[in-house]
C-alpha cells in the first residue's frame, strides 16, 4: 500500500473498522487495512461457514494469521449484527449483489452498537435508471440502501460514504463484458462507442484505504473516483488487434435485448452478462453520466493503472498461463449469486417488433 495520508487535522480519529464480507474485495480491503498501521483493531464479519465451504474456512484461517480479528453472524437480523459491531468505530459493507438489501438490518445494527461511520457496498458503477428497461435490475436495491442510509440512519448519527469507482477489468470477469482475453477474441454489443468507467482492483483498495483514515473530509457524501475512462471499441482493440475484424462479433442492440429476454426467462445466470454489455453501451457504466464531478483531486497519491494497462497485464498473464485463470476466465472470486430476472416479464413484453431472434450466441 503506497497511499499513506493520516486523518485531517482537527477530525476525529476512527481506529476500529470492521468489514462485512471476507470474500472478493473484502478480503482485500482487510488485507490492505491491516497492513497499512493505521488501524488498532480490523474485524472481518462474515456469516458463519459450513463445515463444508472448505475455501472459506481457509481464507478465514488466513486472514486470522495476519491478525485480523474473525467474529461471525448466523441471521441478518439487527440484533446479531449489532453484537458483532460492538466496539467499532467504521464498518465498511462488502457485501455481493445478492445480500445488498441485508444491509438494512446492517445499518440498524450498526446504531444500536454506537458505529460512527457505514459505507455501503458500492464500489463499482452508480445507479442511473435505464430508458429501455421498465424494471429498475439487480443494482436497485443499492439506491434503496443510499436512501435509508440519508433519510433514516444519519439523522440517528450515523455518517455514511457511498463510493463509486466503475468496473474493475481485474476483479469483473473481462468475459462478462466480452472480452475473451485467451483467445483474443471479443464481442461488441452495438457501436462501443459509449464511454465507461475503469477502475483496478488495486486502486480501488487504495481508495477506500485513504477514505476511512479521513472521516472529516470524506463522511456524508458521495465519492466518484475514475482510474480511466474508456470505450468498448478500444478494449476490443487491445484484446483483438482491432476493433471491427474476424475475431471480433458484433451484436445489434435489437439482437442483445432480445437474447436477454430468452435468457431471462430461462432462468440463466448469461443473461447478467448480456445485460451489462447493453448497460455499457447505453452509457450506465459512466460513474458521473449526468456530468457529476469526479473527486479524483482528493487522492494524489494514487496514480492509477489505465483500463487499456489492466487489459495488457491481464492478457500476459492469460497467455502465460497462470493460476487466475481457468478456462480463459478468472476465478480468483466468486461469481455473483445475483438474478436479473426480477421483472423481467415486463422488459420482455417489450421485445423490439421489428427484429427477430437470431440465434447467434452472445456469451
Not at 462488502?94 to 438490518?105: E, K, M, N, R, T
Not at 452508480?126 to 430508458?131: K, T, V
Not at 476483479?171 to 485467451?182: E, N, Q, R
Request: overall charge positive; glycine content about 8%.
Amino acid at each position: 500500500m503506497t497511499t499513506d495520508i493520516t486523518a485531517a487535522k482537527g477530525s476525529e480519529a476512527y481506529t476500529s473498522i470492521a468489514v462485512v464480507g471476507a470474500g472478493g474485495y473484502g478480503e482485500l480491503f482487510l488485507k490492505a487495512l491491516k497492513q497499512c498501521g493505521y488501524f488498532v483493531k480490523v474485524r472481518a464479519v462474515t456469516r458463519a461457514p459450513e463445515a463444508t465451504e472448505t475455501v472459506k474456512l481457509e481464507r478465514l484461517q488466513r486472514l486470522r494469521a495476519l491478525g485480523i480479528e474473525v467474529l461471525e453472524y448466523a441471521s441478518v437480523a439487527a440484533d446479531d449484527f449489532s453484537r458483532v459491531f460492538a466496539g467499532i468505530d467504521t464498518v465498511v459493507s462488502a457485501v455481493a449483489v445478492a445480500g445488498l438489501l441485508d444491509q438494512i438490518p446492517m445499518i440498524d445494527g450498526a446504531i444500536a452498537a454506537g458505529v460512527k461511520w457505514f459505507i455501503p457496498s458500492e464500489f463499482g458503477v452508480a445507479q442511473y435508471q435505464s430508458a429501455w428497461m421498465p424494471f429498475k435490475g439487480p443494482l436497485a436495491a443499492k439506491e434503496q440502501v443510499l436512501e435509508y442510509l440519508v433519510k433514516t440512519a444519519m439523522p440517528k448519527g450515523l455518517a455514511y460514504t457511498a463510493v463509486y469507482t466503475g468496473l474493475a477489468l481485474d476483479y469483473l470477469d473481462p468475459h462478462v463484458i466480452g472480452l475473451k482475453l485467451s483467445k483474443r477474441r471479443a464481442t461488441l454489443v452495438g457501436r462501443g462507442a459509449t464511454p465507461a468507467t475503469f477502475t483496478c482492483a488495486a486502486d480501488v483498495v487504495k481508495v477506500l484505504v485513504s477514505i476511512v483514515r479521513r472521516p472529516g473530509e470524506m463522511q456524508n457524501r458521495v465519492i466518484r473516483y475514475a482510474g480511466s475512462t474508456s470505450k468498448m471499441r478500444e478494449l476490443i482493440k487491445v484484446v483483438t488487434g482491432s476493433s471491427c475484424g474476424d475475431n471480433v462479433k458484433i451484436v445489434s442492440i435489437d439482437e442483445a435485448r432480445l437474447k436477454f429476454c430468452e435468457l431471462a426467462r430461462q432462468q440463466d445466470m448469461k443473461a447478467f452478462q448480456v445485460y451489462g454489455r447493453l448497460l455499457i453501451e447505453e452509457g450506465m457504466a459512466q460513474i458521473n453520466l449526468r456530468r457529476e464531478p469526479l473527486d479524483n483531486g482528493l487522492f494524489p497519491d494514487i496514480k492509477p493503472e489505465s483500463a487499456t494497462e489492466t487489459l495488457v497485464r491481464l492478457i500476459k498473464l492469460a497467455e502465460a498461463g497462470s493460476e487466475m485463470f481457468k478456462g480463459g476466465q478468472i476465478i480468483h472470486r466468486s461469481h455473483t449469486a445475483s438474478s436479473v430476472t426480477d421483472g423481467v416479464g415486463e422488459v420482455c413484453k417489450q421485445e423490439p417488433a421489428s427484429t427477430t431472434a437470431t440465434g447467434k450466441s452472445l456469451v
